[in-house]
């Protein structure tokens, strides 16, 4: 149940980060909001060791520039 409640989590997670990939181009700056954002994601799993924490866990609000 935690493997496929985690890897749910992290296709969610993925796909978010996809979502903002063109940001990451060499010909534009990415802002530190989206940064801070990316990171986010990045780290989201940190410290989801069961379902109950991964079930409560709340993706940040959705950067746009």
């Given at each position: ?24 181009g060499s ?20 410290g989801l ?13 959705k950067v746009?520039?």
């Open positions: 149940e935690f493997d496929q409640a985690l890897l749910s989590f992290r296709q969610i997670r993925n796909s978010l980060l996809a979502e903002t990939d063109w940001t990451s010909d534009l700056t990415m802002s530190n909001e989206m940064k801070t954002y990316r990171q986010q994601l990045r780290d989201a799993t940190t060791d069961t379902v109950t924490k991964i079930n409560a866990y709340t993706f940040p609000e746009t520039k």
